[in-house]
């Protein structure tokens, strides 16, 4: 596999690259995660104006019309900079989601304000456990009561993709974040750079016009939303883990002990070393995934790839930001400086789309399944 990338890939992810570093860098994502909730609301302009909230969508929809390649490139940069901006919820999840339906009456409807950014849409993935949801029909209609407890994005986004029992399949809801019935709430969370909250569903009424899939076009339509959200939430902990090794780096050559900087310390060397294979490592089987999604191949075939890329950027983010607390000694682990934040946001990302035990059991399955067959 090829995993070289064109002079235009290169292009993308440095503009992204230079535009994060300049309105994301660690003052301005200190200000976004804990002055305003964990939303950049100019960012996120920024953002759409240059296109990033189109990446993956179709042209006639007012995207670029890329690939997953593309889309990994620009999670990297996310990740450096922990840009506190809801891109992976509602450009790769819920926007890969309702592509991935098939209905040119939704993509038409939902696509274009979300490839812009003028729309946030999230879609609940269960990040924490609650009670099942209370759903009775009224006519053509659907009553719904229930608390959602952890909803990535909720804050910031206006509409929730919701998919609810009916009967012996489920159907995927758009429900109004401002509706009759909807409260929302913000939760406290270990990652501050990226926010969930409580949504709370009270006798909320969902016509039948709001009902935008159901059955098996639905069920496959989650299953490619979730294995491509994987592959790119593992690109963006390659971006921790990578901007963590820069950071470290950075710390060794500017601190002298012994007269020496600490950066010409072999011992330390060798722990940079080790870092970077894990980075390096992690990047080629994002890239993999990523190559492979382009080649647009069945979910089958699409679960080694995303289940090693998952597995292998969460060891390395894993690895390089408890590496980078360490190598910066007694500051580590203070408010100053930023490698908690990055070890935060490696330890959250964990219950997103399923741990990497989870991942390693789905494809143990699928090839013993194989073996079966």
């Known amino acids: 596999m090829d995993l070289r990338l064109t002079e235009e890939q290169r292009q993308i992810a440095d503009s992204i690259g230079q535009l994060l570093a300049h309105a994301s860098d660690s003052a301005g994502m200190r200000r976004a995660a804990f002055e305003h909730g964990g939303f950049d ?25 890329l690939g997953a390649t593309e889309l990994v490139l620009v999670a990297e940069e996310f990740g450096r900079r922990l840009a506190c901006v809801p891109w ?9 989601t309702l592509a991935a339906l098939g209905d040119d009456r939704v993509a038409a409807h939902w696509l274009p304000p979300l490839a812009s950014g003028e729309q946030i849409v999230t879609l609940d993935i269960g990040l924490a456990p609650g009670a099942p949801l209370s759903v009775r029909r009224e006519g053509a209609d659907l009553r719904i009561d229930g608390v959602l407890p952890a909803v990535p994005a909720a804050l910031a986004a206006r509409s929730l993709l919701l998919p609810v029992p009916d009967g012996n399949e489920r159907r995927l809801m758009a429900i109004g974040l401002d509706a009759p019935g909807v409260l929302r709430r913000a939760r406290e969370n270990h990652d501050a750079t990226r926010p969930v909250a409580e949504v709370s569903l009270q006798n ?66 060798h722990r940079c070393a080790t870092m970077m294979v894990a980075v390096e490592l992690a990047r ?80 143990a399955a699928s090839l013993l399944d194989e073996v079966a067959a």
Do not use: N
Request: glycine residues 10%; contains cysteine; hydrophobic residues 50%.
């Open 41 to 65: 609301a100019s960012l996120w302009a920024q953002l759409g104006e240059l296109g990033a909230c189109g990446v993956h969508i179709a042209e006639a929809h007012g995207g670029l019309g």
């Open 88 to 96: 992976l919820e509602s450009v790769v999840l819920a926007g890969t």
């Open 204 to 269: 909320v009424r969902v016509r039948s016009d709001e009902c935008l899939a159901h059955g098996a076009a639905l069920e496959r339509a989650l299953a490619r939303g979730r294995l491509l959200a994987a592959a790119v939430l593992a690109s963006e902990l390659v971006g921790v883990a990578q901007q963590c090794l820069d950071l470290t780096v950075a710390h060794l050559a500017q601190r002298v002990q012994f007269g020496k900087p600490l950066a010409t310390f072999q011992a330390l060397k």
């Open 284 to 363: 080629s089987a994002v890239l993999g995934a990523a190559r492979t999604f382009d080649a647009q191949p069945d979910d089958a075939r699409l679960l080694r790839p995303a289940t090693m890329a998952r597995c292998l950027a969460d060891e390395a983010a894993q690895y390089c930001t408890q590496e980078a607390i360490q190598l910066h000694g007694g500051v580590g682990f203070t408010w100053e400086f930023d490698p908690h934040l990055y070890f935060k946001r490696a330890q959250a990302a964990r219950a997103w789309f399923g741990t990497p035990g989870t991942w390693r059991e789905q494809l």
